[in-house]
Nanobody, 115 residues
């Protein structure tokens, strides 16, 4: 019954910005939330994570450009993406974990950075 609804993806020019949102249905405690991305022919890689307590972790490739944030009361996680580069092009997936081992994936949202 847990569903993750992602939004905010789209097409932007290099240097532009996007803000992704991921809302989880229901009311439950959250251990951590995160964003992952997968480009064609590549594995799904971690972009950023945030715990319910606010601790964050970022991939080196996005440090200084992306910011992850969350609203625990709304079970929602956000990814603010600035100074976007063509290499950021990928399908972005939201992940929400209720515990270390119990997690859920969003359906993915396409982010395309191109001039």
């Amino acid at each position: 019954q847990v569903q993750l609804v992602e939004s905010g993806g789209g097409l932007v020019q290099p240097g532009g910005s996007l803000r992704l949102s991921c809302a989880a249905s229901g009311s439950f405690s959250i251990y951590a939330m995160g964003w992952y991305r997968q480009a064609p022919g590549k594995q799904r890689d971690l972009v950023a994570t945030i715990t319910s307590g606010g601790s964050t972790n970022y991939a080196d490739s996005v440090k200084g450009r992306f910011t992850i944030d969350r609203d625990n009361a709304k079970n929602t996680v956000y990814l603010q993406m600035n100074s976007l580069k063509p290499e950021d092009t990928a399908v972005y997936y939201c992940n929400v974990r209720r515990t270390v081992l119990v997690g859920y994936w969003g359906q993915g949202t396409q982010v395309t950075v191109s001039s």
